[in-house]
């Protein structure tokens, strides 16, 4: 049962996600994750322009090849929260600081306004938010390198 | 129009500014630009975007050559975000041209930037040049409207993040100053002190070389030197005593004065801060804050940092009165002295980065208290206490495990200066005993040395606690000034205009209000008559708490304004402008204290007869005498229980009592059944009246009295009018009107019997 959806999906020249159904077409849909940091892979939602739900995926392998690629392309396009790598920098450890650091994403400087801004997700995995409400993720702490993990104990 | 494209590409980076000019023909200009700092992969990545009075030109830093598009028909640039990431998106008839993204940083750029487009693309296509339609003066940054002596804008100051000093306990001194004259008596009497236990070690010198040493070689004891000297030692330690005891007071008063108004500067300071700054802050954390924290550093300031000073005078005094007696010995005595400084420099960045750590982890503990102390009722509910003590547990295990670690270098330190300190005595043995054998000193006076030294040392080993508790000192005054430090994100108006009395006229202007990443509201723009009653309808998260959070000045509008009788806001002073406000919430916040001072909590000053017509008008005067100490009972926390629908006539009442002009209505009468609430209904109508109103209700019929309802949609007005207009309509309104009423209709059904329900629903 997996390949078959009572949907249609597509793209249309504005880039926006259009979703087909007995109802009608439907414009501007967007996919949310239920469980953005914790289980990305587990439920999206297809939302429409008004926030309702028109269909729940609980598992983007169940979908049909190209709604999944479809998908994903959306999902990478809305996605934002870089991953650090590496603390390349941090201005002082007193807050508000200005950290460098190296993403998935590439470089990047951003202003750490207090240590409140530091979630602990998981004992080894932190969320930092910063001054214009990016997230940031670090997987694992303790799997940073020796100076990254010596800067960010300093805020812990 | 030169002068406007060298005033903005001035502000452009240079490599940019190269760039662009390069590719400017003659008679173009730039006009406005937004620096890009994200690829359309969500890399980051540079690039630029500019108009020109021609064209859109736009770069990514590696791509190789601009793109650029000319006006025509049908072009239009539109800019959305999510997840602060913002995307600028480039439309023609038929499909999307390009997109950039950015960090949200740059958002009020990114909407000018999209009206300097319009604008161009309108006079491209038209040829009508855009009219000038803002007289006032604007920050250029984030478009607020700027009064005629604000240079700087008020809402882009408070962004400014530069980390705050490091020397921070000497930001102390600001709450000493008042203190000055008792401060210097302070140090004096110190000084005095100090040189008076001086004394004692001073004397062995004499008393071993005139009496003792000689006894020993066969001379009878000089008695009258003896009591001189003996004398002496008893007049300094009584003398020390005295003096002693009068700076210890009197320094132990200034410093409790300092921490009083330290605790007292910091908890006003917080209760001027916006509500933003409460809504991102935990209860615990800022208790321990002003309490504990203060409490700290008053300690400090009496104790810990006394003692130091004491110290160090002690140690400077000693030096001098060593190298008067001997400067050789004086040398090798004091030679551990700077190994000893190095050590404790070594020691004191790690020491305070831990104790930094240790408060931490004191916050969370506390964090844990206070989130499950009020929740209490919930936790047992649902049976999970095991679990709460296991969240417990676990705080307190991390702070054993930093305290651990911070104790292992904390540990060390002690007994290395005590071993310094053995050492430092076995070189002075060996050197006195050598210039003795070469009677360079007498063995009084190497007495006296041993005796200063031990003292001295003694000194040097308490000095190196000062470290660690200087340190806590400063981690807790830097949590201290971080309050102090915190600019409110509501700033009082530098030049305030002072409205004595108001009409009640409200103005919405384009208004805009972002919190963190989630764009509320935007574009809302509305005029309120005075006197005229507003109804705020819309879904849950529809922003109508948000927009009355704005007119109350609770947080500050991010774009746009909000002016009253035709005065921006910001502009007034806050706690007059809200004195003008009479605001009613859905959970009614009653302090610990009597009925008559919870209703005159606006209003202190109220007279008795004040009280009661405004509890009467309220509808609250009778319940309250049924009450066994009438007005006099005690409510709040721990007082009189009191049922939903009193506690809202009480603060009805409240409101009523300061007579505002405004009155602001948040779901006052939802969190009470349909018979209180026609009580409680009775008594809104006693407060409406004459009033300029905004009411938010849930129940759309209790909003039927309404002038005129606004209806919201994830933060846009979607429908003006009145009940009938909206109800003829059948657009928004109507169906949430019919969705209630469905609603309605089942919950009164549930009070019929099963069976009739049963039947009605097969009826459907």
Known sequence: MSDTVDYQLSRNTYGRLVFTNKSGPQEDVVPVRSFPITNPDQGIALIDSHGHELVWIERLIDLPEDYRVLIEAELANREFMPEIKRLLKVSGFITPSTWQAETDRGEVTFILKGEEDIRRLTTSSLMITDSHGIHFLIRDRLALDRHSRKLLDHFL | MQQTLHSSLDKLSLIWSGELSSQLTDDESVLAWIEIDLNTQLHFAEGLVAVTNKRLLAKMANDGAWQEWRYQQGLSLTQRDHAGVGCLELFDAHTRLAYWRYRLGNDTAANRFIECFRQQLDYQLTGKLPLATHTQAQCPNCAALLSADQDECPVCD???????????????????????????????????????????????????????????????????????????????????????????????????RIGADLRTTTYEHLLNLSQEYFGGKRTGDLMARIGAETDRINLFLSLHLLDFATDVIMIGMTALILVSINPWLALVTLAPLPVIAWLIHLVRDRLRIGFEKVDRIWAEVNNVLADTIPGIRVVKAFAQEKREAARFHAANQRNLHINDRVNRVWSLFTPTVTLMTEIGLLIVWVFGIWQISKDEITVGVLTAFLAYIGRFYIRLDSMSRIVSITQKAAAGTKRIFDILDHVSSVPESANPVHLPTVQGRIELRNVGFRYGTRSITRDINLVINPGEM?????????????????????????????????????????????????LVLQEPFLFYGTIAENIAYGKPDATPSEIVSAARAAHAHEFILRLPHGYDSLVGERGQALSGGERQRISIARALLINPRILILDEATSSVDTTTEKDIQKALDNLVRGRTTIAIAHRLSTLREANRLIVLDRGRIVEIGNHAELMAREGYYYRLYQAQARNVDTEDRAFVSVVEHSAAGELK
């Not at chain 2, 000497?170 to 004394?199: E, H, M, Q």
């Open chain 2, 534 to 582: 507003i109804g705020l309808v819309g879904h849950s998260g529809s922003g109508k708490s948000t927009l009355v959070n704005l007119i109350c000045r609770f947080y500050d509008v991010t774009e746009g304004t909000i002016l009253i009788d035709g005065h921006d806001i910001r502009t007034l002073p806050i706690a007059e402008y809200r004195k003008h406000i009479g």
């Open chain 2, 158 to 256: 408070k962004q400014n993040h530069a980390p705050p000093s490091t020397w921070t306990l000497l930001r102390l001194w600001r709450f000493a100053k008042p203190y000055k004259g008792r401060l210097l008596i302070g140090f004096l009497l110190t000084l005095c002190s100090t040189a008076a236990t001086l004394v004692p070690p001073y004397l062995t010198m004499p008393l071993m070389d005139n009496v003792l040493i000689p006894y020993q070689n066969g001379q009878p004891i000089n008695t009258d030197l003896v009591k001189l000297y003996l004398s002496g030692l008893l007049g300094a330690a009584v003398l020390a005593w005295m003096l002693g005891w009068a700076r210890t007071y009197m320094l132990a008063l200034v410093s409790e």
